[in-house]
């Protein structure tokens, strides 16, 4: 049996799906959750029981003003569900947020499951949680994310089309990581024009600039081989030294510790390890004129993105400078085509020029600017 409810206690129950009861944020709202006023907003919240196969989990849909919505499935193990609702709509407004300054025609959604993915995850439970997912009709569109990998992916997909990021021999669009580098690597060629008031070219060398990268994981990695066939110097940081080791051996890089990389003197800081890296601490160490790289809600609060315009350094807002993977997910289709992906990709530069002109003009912040024109784009479609 599936059921289907809000944590203010209304309940519905549903067997194969087939007639799942939509709640909507204001409801779960009036349902006592006081302190999520702030995401009333939501087209639609999702609450998804399955008691056979013990699934929880929630799916949040911010908006399709502009096209299906599109985000991961989270799976974690959230101490309630209020942690995890929160989540969802945190992280579905964000992917609305993100689409639109990307220009890509897809909205804002999101799916957490709650548990922990080494021990709870079940044939069963991600099967339950694509017919939840198949009974919004299209209207969500999921995918992997933490906790989720390619394999779950084929599971859920036996309950419904509505999915997205698969391998290319599956009718996917194969590993997002190489269109997300891209971006984050025009991000930066973005940064470095406007600074020296130059056109954006993300084909200029950076033969007589030095990028500090934080993390080689996917997108680090290939972000660092685009850099250094641009001919700019390298200074990385890894936990695992063997990935570091490598990119000095390959790419000529110098490696620091961990904690060393917000010190060293460099024109580009390139964080593509960890969220929250950009702290009162660490902003304050910082000796780089530029913040641009691909890891996700690198600002620990709100106040830093004042605290890096007060330093005068600027910052290409995360969301946008690493959109590539989404913009990559968004070709998915018969006539997926990676080479169009990179091209759209490269507007993330000019997008980013247009926020840095914006920022300056007005006294904002690049954030602030940046979450105005996904609202106003938002609000357009
Ligand atoms: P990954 O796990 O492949 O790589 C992360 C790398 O960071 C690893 O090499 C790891 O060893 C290293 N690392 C971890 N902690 C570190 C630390 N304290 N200091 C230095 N290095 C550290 O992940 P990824 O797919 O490359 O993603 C990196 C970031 O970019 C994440 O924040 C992710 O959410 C974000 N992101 C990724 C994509 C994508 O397409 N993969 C898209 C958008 C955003």
């Keep these: 049996m599936e059921t289907c409810d809000s944590p203010g206690g209304a309940r519905s129950e549903t067997q194969g799906g087939a007639d799942l009861n939509i709640i909507d944020a204001a409801e779960l709202v009036d349902g006592g959750l006081e302190s999520l006023a ?82 709870d995850k079940s044939p069963e439970l991600l099967r339950a949680f694509g017919r939840f997912v198949d009974s919004l009709g299209g209207a969500y569109i999921t995918a992997e994310d933490v906790g989720t990998a390619v394999e779950d992916m084929h599971i859920i997909r036996e309950a419904t089309p509505h999915i997205a990021g698969l391998p290319v021999e599956d009718g996917g669009s194969g590993d997002p990581s190489p269109v997300t580098a891209y971006g984050v690597f025009c991000a930066i060629q973005a940064a470095v024009s406007h600074t ?64 060393e990389v917000f010190d060293v003197e460099a024109d580009v800081f390139a964080p593509c390890a ?41 910052y290409a807002p995360d969301y946008v400078a690493n959109a590539g993977g989404i913009i990559n997910i968004s070709y998915e289709g018969p006539d997926y085509s990676l080479d169009k992906a990179l091209r759209h990709a490269e507007r993330i530069g000019k997008t980013l020029i247009e926020i840095f002109h914006v920022a300056e003009r007005e006294g904002m912040t690049t954030a602030a600017v940046a979450d105005r024109m996904a609202m106003e784009r938002l609000g357009a479609g």
């Design 274 to 314: 960890l969220g929250g890296v950009l702290n009162k601490d660490t902003v304050a160490r910082l000796r780089t004129p530029i913040i641009a790289g691909g890891a996700n809600n690198q600002l620990a609060d709100e106040e830093m993105a004042r605290m890096l315009q007060v330093q005068g350094i600027l």
């Design 196 to 259: 020296r008031g130059n056109p954006y070219n993300p084909r200029a060398p950076l033969a007589d600039i030095t990028v500090a990268l934080q993390g080689l994981g996917h997108v680090g990695w290939c972000l660092a081989g685009h850099l250094h066939e641009a001919r700019a110097k390298l200074i990385v940081s890894d936990i695992d030294d063997a990935k570091a080791a490598r990119a000095c051996e390959e790419f000529g890089a110098t490696s620091v510790g961990i904690g």
């Design 38 to 119: 702030d995401f009333r907003e939501h087209e639609q919240v999702l609450h998804c029981r399955h008691e056979a196969s013990g699934l929880s989990a929630f799916i949040g849909v911010h908006s399709t003003e502009l096209g299906p919505s599109l985000g991961g499935c989270r799976m974690w193990p959230y101490d309630s569900e209020i942690e995890a609702l929160t989540d969802v709509l945190r992280l579905s407004m964000a992917m609305s947020f993100k689409h639109a300054v990307a220009d890509n025609p897809r909205g804002g959604g999101k799916a957490v499951i709650i548990g922990d993915p080494k021990t």
